[in-house]
């Protein structure tokens, strides 16, 4: 019983296309985020939504967007792509927000974007 | 930046030795935690430690934080081939985001 999955696990396109990945936890988790791990194994958080409501945004560029139709979903579509977009993806799921205290955070298994 | 530093980045060990992994940052912290990743997986949480907090055990981890030197280890005593992974700090300070850094890489050699 996966607690955060997402889909696809490899993702390869060209530059310029359109990409969405989604998420799913089934913790009953009210916040989720997304965070990208680039080549050097650096993983910065880029977005956090608490039950749909985007709470955190690091100064992503506006060509990704996410989209939380309900507090167990949250996916994260792609405008655009460029090569320096290509990295891995991890969702990640938390029972409330991080500065609640609810810090322990479950993560997913990744999905590796190569942009070509 | 508030970004933690693993140190060593790579580690290499036999089966039953023991492994410290260091952690060190710039700026004041609410709390710091150390995470888990196996190769191709995400991330699992090992261990949260707050700021007025000295030092957690959870079975065969063992994590300090000293605030004054801005720094804190993890202790995985008679390690196992499968501890095999990458150890990941992250430090939250007043926005509670956790900022990772590059991790350290332990190898366990049965």
């Known amino acids: 019983d996966t607690a955060v999955s997402q889909t696809p696990k490899y993702l390869v396109t060209q530059m310029g296309n359109d990409k969405s990945i989604k998420c799913e936890q089934n913790?009953?988790?009210?916040?989720m985020y997304w965070y990208k791990q680039d080549s050097k194994k650096f993983l910065k958080i880029m977005f956090s939504y608490n039950n749909k409501e985007l709470i955190i945004n690091e100064t992503v560029p506006n060509r990704f967007s996410p989209k939380s139709p309900d507090k167990a979903h949250l996916n994260l579509h792609i405008n655009s792509l460029e090569l320096g977009d290509s990295a891995v993806y991890f969702c990640?799921?938390?029972?409330?927000?991080?500065?609640?205290?609810?810090?322990?955070?479950?993560f997913g298994p990744g999905t590796r974007l190569t942009v070509l | 930046s508030q970004q933690g530093e693993e140190d060593p980045q790579a580690l290499s060990i036999q089966e039953g030795e023991n492994a410290t992994m260091n952690c060190s940052y710039k700026?004041?912290?609410?709390?710091l935690q150390w995470y888990r990743q196996n190769s191709g997986r995400g991330l699992v949480h090992l261990i949260l430690i707050r700021s007025n907090e000295r030092e957690k055990h959870s079975g065969r981890l063992r994590v300090t934080l000293d605030t004054s030197k801005k720094s804190s280890s993890l202790l995985i005593t008679a390690s196992r081939a499968a501890d095999t992974a990458s150890y990941f700090c992250?430090?939250?300070?007043?926005?509670?985001?956790?900022?990772f850094g590059r991790g350290t890489s332990l190898i366990v050699h049965p």
């Open positions: 913790l009953g988790h009210d916040t």
């Open positions: 700026t004041s912290i609410n709390n």
């Open positions: 990640a799921s938390s029972q409330d927000r991080l500065a609640r205290g609810a810090n322990e955070q479950f």
């Open positions: 992250a430090t939250a300070g007043g926005s509670y985001i956790p900022t």
